[in-house]
Each structure stands twice: as structure tokens, then as C-alpha cells.
């Protein structure tokens, strides 16, 4: 093939069939251009550059939202570098849903001001297509750049505050951890890539199985003697150790609730909704691409150790991030900690698909395909419930100036709108059977439930996932109880709080929480989409 | 003695070992961002070997020049940071750095 011809077929796969499905980062690309731009002529004088970042978000979620009501078939974009699905195309619907929540939020909290608005509209933007990256990523060097773009602007926004003491030290420390890992990761990918000869995660299956065929060498099922299948077993721990701590899990966690502390609640926010999210699109994808169409003889010796190994690490991750929440004295620490034991649950699910997706269970396609749902179930819950609370941090912070939980004292009766709202935030949180949060561990659990037929062990896992909830109800309770039972210090001036537009906002952002939880049939929709999603992921397989 | 992809590969493991070392034991915000770049640059060295002595082909230089850019802008906004960093604390000194912490 000469040159010629080799220019041609990729200017058909770029012009003719991927920019088209690629509509709705483009979309974010042209903001980030536009706010420059504003900036650079001084029009973000007369125009508040939040307008720009959000009508750019607004139009990102349109042309998602049109991606999402036509469907269409699996596809690969970009001669293989991206995968476009149905699962992909509801992580970013779900990505550029909460990107326009958060940017309203930005706007009504008041961080940052006008003059750093386009920066750190720039950044959020940025974060975000890299998170869009993330979850249609199918080759192993956008699962690099991916994790990279969406941590890169996460450091500098953890920092955003300047001349912060505790600002400075949350974005110092994320940067190292972040860096450091980000290393790692790399070294992971570069071996895997070598031992494997592809980078394209599709395939990654089917080279494995090259490894271990009768004509390779060392024709050795079991890990232990085969070297190269050692190699590569040791190349997606290193990854996965870049995964975890996106996700942060324990032991990558330490970031976590030091980056929260030091980081307006904003992004915060931002950063335990959005990030999460992204990760367990790819760890998913990434399980999922390691596992192949049809694992055979491998999946006794590897696959199995996967599923078992991600229920260890969720039931000590939920574990710890329970037991370190009840200690915390500041908010934003403990819902970090919260967020923690979340991520620890939410890999329950993923545990139980990998354990399933393999089984002799009878139906285990569709147990697996169940087990995703309900990771998907619990990510969109999660979304309300904890920018939710994170929001009412925000605008609390904005009327006492302080984000102790002491000094929430009596805050419950003054301002009814934000009380309520963290009521049910945090109880949708605990999982208590009224709202949002009780059907989505449901669903986790019972798909625990069958993956114990599988391997017992995961029932274990789910009684200590059972255990956790229950124990979480104490730290959750303690902040209602100074909001509503301790009362507020004689002297200590009333909260003003009006209810345009910040209790709106709340108003917007818990109401979803109660819905999905007080109609059981209203999430019907909503659970037929993740059904619908996570069975064609399943069974593209 | 003729080299080959064993060669590279000690070399770049060599590197990331130092690179990990460094991280750990530094306690200067530069000095840890050093031992990144040694690490990003060891899996590097991993990467255009494999992609001259395996099945990998080209696909490993691309990814090694994507790294480069990426390390960039990495080291560019770490060293950013490390400087707002000393700005409220007058040191780089990782291990000053205590506030936050429960």
C-alpha cells in the first residue's frame, strides 16, 4: 500500500466515521478555544465567562443526548483508539450531565471570581474530556492519556485557592501521589505492551491465549512457571494500581482526604463524582478487555484470582473508609472517608461481574450483565446524593465560613432548605430504604448474592458490605445531630440564607435522591437504561 | 557481546527502580518529581525497545513521544504547584506539609 492510499483510508475513518461520533468532546474542545478567546479580547469584562463554559456544556450534553436516543452498534473510532457503545455513550452523558450541574453550582457559590473564571472553566472542561476519554478508551496508550488529562487539571484545581496554606499542601501532596502512580501505570502499560505485542485492548485477550498455546514456549498453564504470563500478570497489577488510585482505594488512598480538605468543596465535588465515575467505566473496560470473548483454560487460573482479588480490596476499602470517617471533625474530610467506603462498595459490583462473567452459573452472562447495572444504578444515585452535599458544604461555607462540623451547630432550623436537603443526602448515602441509595446497594448486593454461588467467598464479602452500611449510619447521624439536635451558641450571628437561587439548587440536586427512592417504578427508566447498557456491553463479549 | 531487547530492558528497569527510589526517599518536592521523570523515562526506553526488537512495531515510539509531551506538561504543573507550595510555606520540603492530616 503506498502512501497515497494509506492517507486516504485515514482521512475516510477520520472525516467519514469517527469525528461524527466524536461530536460531543469537539463540542468541550471549542469552549476551552472560546474562553481563551473571550479572555483575550477582554469581552469576559462584559460577559461572565461562565456563560461560555456553560452553554459549551449544555451543547456537549445535546449532541451526547442525540447520540444516546439513536443507538447504533458497537464501533471503533480513530483507527481502534476508541471503542463507541452504548456503555460509552451513557458515561458520557452521565460526565457532561454532571459537568453542567457543577458548573451551575460554580456559578451560584461564587468560586472562582470573574477574573479566574476562564481558567478554571478551562480546566473543568479539560478534566472532563479527559474523563470522556477514559470511558471509551480501547487501547492502552488512551487509558494513559485519558487518566493523565483528567489528573493534570485536578492538580491545579485541588490548588485553586491561592494563597491558602492548606490549599497549596492538598494540591502538592495529590501531585506527588499523582505523578508517582501516573509512573507506575506506565511502566505497566510499557510491559504489557511488549509481552503482548499490541497496544489495542482489544485484543489483548487473544494474545494472552497466543502466550499460552502448544507452539509458544513454555506451553504452561499456571502462572508460576510461565515467564512471560507472570509479566503481564505483573503489567495489569501495575495498571490496576493506577486505576485504584483514581478510584482510591485502599492502599492507594492516602491522596484522598487530604486533596478534599484543601480543595474548595466545588471541586471536591467535582473530583468524587466525576473522577470515580471515569475510573469504574475503565476498570470495567479494562476487566472486561483482560478477560476476552472466551477465556477457556485461563479463567480457572487468572480471571477468578481477578474477581476474588477486587473483593478483597472493596470490602477493606469500605471497611476503612467507614472506620476513618467516625474520627473526622471537618465535613469535607469525612465525606472523603465517605466517599472512600463508596468506591468500596461500588467495586463490590465490579468483583461480582468479573467472578460471574466467567462461572458455570447457570445465566452468568446475565448475572454479570445485573452486577453492572447496578454499578451503573449506584454511580447515578451517587451523583445526586453526593453533589448534593457537597453543594450544601459549599453554600454553608459561604454564610458561617467554616466547614466544621461543630460549628454547623443548630444550622438545621435556620436553614430549613439545606438541612433538609443534607438529611436526605445523607441518609440516601447510608442506604435507607426511602431513598435513591437503598435501591442501588440492592442491587450491588444481590448481585453479590449470586456471584456466591460462583465463589462463596463473595458472600463474605457481601456480609462485610452489610455490616459497613449499618456501621455507617453512626458518623452520617453525627453531623444531622449537630445540624438539628445540639443548638446554636448564644451570640453567634443568624444565617441568611435565601432560597434563589442556592435553594433551589439543592432543591434540583436532592430531588432525583428522593424520586429514584419514594417511586419504585419511577427509576424504572432509569434502571431498563443501565439494564439495557450493560447488557449490550456484556454481550458484545 | 551482541545487545538485545534484554539489554534495554535492564536498563529500563534499572531506571524505574532508581525513579521509585528517589520518590521514596527524597523528601524535596524537586527530588521527587526527578525520580517521576527517571520512572516515565525507564518505561520509555521499555517501550522503543519493544517496539524495534517485537511485534509491537511502530506503536511503541508513538507512545513514547505521547509520554514525553505528557511528561512536559506534568513536570510544568507540578513545578507549579511546588512553587505556590513554597510560597505559603517558604520551603519544598514535602515533609512540611503536616496540616492536613487525621
Redesign the interface.
Known amino acids: 500500500m503506498n502512501f497515497d492510499a494509506i492517507l486516504e483510508k485515514l482521512i475516510n475513518d477520520t472525516v467519514g466515521q469517527s469525528l461524527g461520533h466524536f461530536s460531543s468532546e469537539l463540542a468541550l474542545c471549542v469552549t476551552i478555544v472560546g474562553l481563551l478567546l473571550v479572555r483575550l479580547v477582554s469581552l469576559d469584562r462584559w460577559l461572565p465567562t461562565y456563560w461560555v463554559a456553560l452553554l459549551g456544556a449544555i451543547a456537549a450534553f445535546g449532541l451526547a443526548a442525540c447520540q444516546m436516543k439513536q443507538g447504533g452498534a458497537t464501533q471503533f473510532l480513530f483507527t481502534g483508539l476508541l471503542v463507541y457503545d452504548q456503555f460509552g455513550i451513557f458515561f458520557r452523558l452521565f460526565l457532561l450531565l454532571f459537568l453542567v450541574l457543577v458548573i451551575a453550582l460554580t456559578v451560584i457559590s461564587g468560586i472562582p471570581d470573574n477574573e479566574d473564571g476562564p481558567d478554571f472553566y478551562t480546566l473543568l472542561l479539560g478534566a472532563t474530556i479527559g474523563m470522556m476519554l477514559m470511558v471509551s478508551a480501547n487501547n492502552l496508550l488512551i487509558l494513559f492519556l485519558g487518566i493523565e488529562m483528567t489528573s493534570v487539571p485536578s492538580y491545579v484545581m485541588v490548588g485553586f485557592l491561592k494563597g491558602r496554606k492548606l490549599s497549596s499542601e492538598a494540591a502538592l501532596k495529590y501531585v506527588i501521589y499523582g505523578a508517582g502512580i501516573a509512573g507506575v501505570m506506565l511502566y505497566g502499560i510499557s510491559l504489557m505492551a511488549g509481552m503482548l505485542g499490541t497496544t489495542d485492548m482489544s485484543l489483548i485477550a487473544e494474545r494472552m491465549h497466543l502466550l499460552l498455546s502448544p507452539e509458544a514456549d513454555g506451553a504452561d498453564l499456571s502462572v508460576r512457571s510461565n515467564a512471560m504470563l507472570r509479566t503481564v500478570v505483573l503489567a495489569s497489577l501495575l495498571i490496576s494500581a493506577g486505576v485504584a488510585f483514581k478510584l482510591s482505594l485502599v492502599p492507594f488512598h492516602f491522596w484522598c482526604p487530604d486533596a478534599f480538605e484543601g480543595a474548595p468543596a466545588e471541586v471536591a465535588g467535582f473530583l468524587s463524582v466525576a473522577s470515580k465515575a471515569a475510573a469504574f467505566a475503565l476498570l470495567v473496560r479494562f476487566c472486561l478487555a483482560l478477560v476476552g470473548k472466551d477465556s477457556g483454560a485461563l479463567s480457572e487460573h487468572v480471571y477468578l484470582y481477578l474477581g476474588v482479588g477486587l473483593g478483597v480490596v472493596a470490602a477493606i476499602t469500605a471497611t476503612f473508609g467507614n472506620l476513618a470517617a467516625y474520627s473526622q471533625t471537618n465535613i469535607k474530610r469525612l465525606l472523603a472517608y465517605s466517599t472512600i467506603a463508596h468506591a468500596g462498595y461500588m467495586l463490590m459490583a465490579v468483583a461480582a461481574m468479573m467472578v460471574l462473567v466467567n462461572s458455570d452459573v447457570a445465566d452468568a452472562k446475565l448475572k454479570a450483565a445485573g452486577a453492572l447495572e447496578g454499578l451503573i444504578y449506584y454511580l447515578t444515585v451517587y451523583l445526586f446524593m453526593n453533589l448534593g452535599a457537597f453543594a450544601i458544604v459549599a453554600f454553608i461555607r459561604n454564610q458561617i465560613l467554616s466547614e466544621e462540623i461543630k460549628d454547623y451547630a443548630g444550622l438545621g432550623w435556620q436553614a430549613p432548605c439545606l438541612g433538609i436537603g443534607m438529611v436526605f443526602c445523607l441518609f440516601s448515602l447510608v442506604g435507607m430504604p426511602p431513598f435513591g441509595g437503598f435501591f442501588a446497594k440492592l442491587m450491588i448486593f444481590k448481585s453479590l448474592v449470586d456471584a456466591g454461588y460462583a465463589n462463596p467467598f463473595m458472600w463474605v464479602v457481601l456480609a462485610i458490605g452489610g455490616l459497613n452500611t449499618v456501621f455507617s449510619l453512626i458518623y452520617y447521624l453525627r453531623v444531622l445531630n449537630a445540624m438539628y439536635i445540639v443548638p446554636r451558641p448564644e451570640g453567634s450571628p443568624r444565617v441568611k440564607f435565601d432560597f434563589l437561587p442556592a435553594g433551589a439548587y439543592v432543591v434540583m440536586v436532592t430531588l432525583p435522591v428522593l424520586l429514584t427512592g419514594f417511586f419504585p417504578y419511577f427509576p424504572d427508566r432509569l434502571s431498563d437504561t443501565a439494564s439495557r447498557v450493560a447488557n449490550m456491553l456484556i454481550s458484545n463479549f | 557481546m551482541d545487545i538485545g531487547l534484554n539489554h534495554y530492558l535492564v536498563v529500563?528497569a534499572v531506571l524505574?527502580v532508581c525513579?521509585?527510589i528517589c520518590?521514596a526517599t527524597k523528601r524535596n518536592?524537586i527530588g521527587?518529581?526527578m525520580?517521576?521523570e527517571l520512572?516515565?523515562n525507564?518505561?520509555?526506553i521499555?517501550?522503543v525497545?519493544?517496539s524495534r526488537y517485537?511485534?509491537?512495531g511502530l506503536?511503541?515510539q508513538?507512545?513514547s513521544l505521547?509520554?514525553i509531551v505528557?511528561a512536559a506538561?506534568?513536570a510544568a504543573?507540578?513545578l507549579?504547584?511546588?512553587l505556590?507550595?513554597y510560597?505559603?510555606?517558604l520551603t519544598i520540603d514535602?515533609d512540611r506539609?503536616d496540616?492536613?492530616?487525621?
Open positions: 529500563g524505574f525513579g521509585i520518590m518536592a521527587i518529581l525520580g517521576v520512572v516515565l525507564g518505561a520509555n521499555n517501550f525497545a519493544f517485537t511485534a509491537l506503536d511503541g508513538i507512545v505521547f509520554v505528557l506538561a506534568e504543573v507540578a507549579a504547584i511546588a505556590n507550595f510560597n505559603n510555606h514535602v506539609g496540616e492536613l492530616a487525621g
